[in-house]
């Protein structure tokens, strides 16, 4: 596709249930990022895939995250019990190369937990 | 461990005024410096990069940054601010080492007003 698409936009669950975030990566790249971007915060890395693999994921909070890259194009992040203090906008990257000077940002999904 | 600080959650310029936005950083190797902005409800856009070279780096809408190694500083600046540069921006730092996973570590943002 022409840029990262990042599905749903928005989503508002409830406490203690589970949830999938998608991330429809541009074509061809082979690198792929998430982030967490908490409310007046900065982006913080959570998960870095090369591939199907992924290769980095020491940003992940803790065992009720995880993230999966099948077929080393589209992602998913999935939340498992949800807690109030996980809503977010989680964004997703991609790149062409392993470099940082490539990205390109999904608009991310806005996630809220009540 | 890499860091970004940001001086100043929210900078306020009038129009047509001069735009500057501080960013300082700690990194142990030689990093890769961005400045990304973010409008209301969209993802990140890189406004600019520094890699290597060339100190000063010009980015898109006007606005370009110093890389100044021994300030560790990567300041944005703008001549003469226009109302739709109304948004948050964001500095980010990565290793820089070309190694693969060069996740980028951001500031926590500057929001920036223009006044008519």
């Known amino acids: 596709g022409a840029g990262v698409s990042q599905t749903p936009s928005n989503k508002v669950t409830e406490k203690g249930k589970y949830v999938e975030l998608r991330c429809d990566p541009i074509s061809g790249h082979t690198a792929l990022y998430w982030y967490r971007q908490s409310l007046g915060q900065g982006p913080e890395f959570l998960i870095y895939?090369?591939?199907?693999?992924?290769?980095?994921d020491s940003g992940l909070p803790n065992d009720r995250f995880f993230a999966v890259r099948p077929e080393g194009s589209v992602s998913t992040l999935k939340i498992q019990r949800t807690e109030r203090g996980d809503s977010a906008v989680y964004l997703c990257?991609?790149?062409?190369?392993?470099?940082?000077?490539?990205?390109?940002f999904g608009s991310g999904t806005r996630l809220t937990v009540v | 461990a890499q860091s970004v600080t940001q001086l100043g959650s929210h900078v306020s310029v009038s129009e047509g005024a001069l735009v500057l936005l501080r960013c300082n950083y700690s990194s142990s190797v030689p990093p890769y410096l961005f400045w990304y902005v973010q409008y209301p409800n969209q993802g990140l856009q890189l406004l600019l990069k520094?890699?290597?070279?060339?100190?000063l780096v010009k980015g898109i809408n006007g606005f370009e940054a110093e890389f100044k190694k021994s300030e560790t500083s990567f300041h944005l600046t703008k001549p003469s601010a226009h109302m739709s540069d109304a948004a948050e921006y964001f500095c980010?730092?990565?290793?820089?080492?070309?190694?693969?996973?060069?996740?980028?570590?951001f500031g926590t943002g500057t929001r920036l007003t223009i006044i008519p």
């Open positions: 520094y890699t290597t070279g060339a100190t």
């Open positions: 895939f090369q591939g199907t693999g992924a290769a980095d």
């Open positions: 980010a730092v990565s290793d820089g080492l070309g190694f693969g996973n060069e996740k980028l570590t």
């Open positions: 990257a991609s790149s062409l190369r392993d470099r940082a000077d490539g990205y390109t």
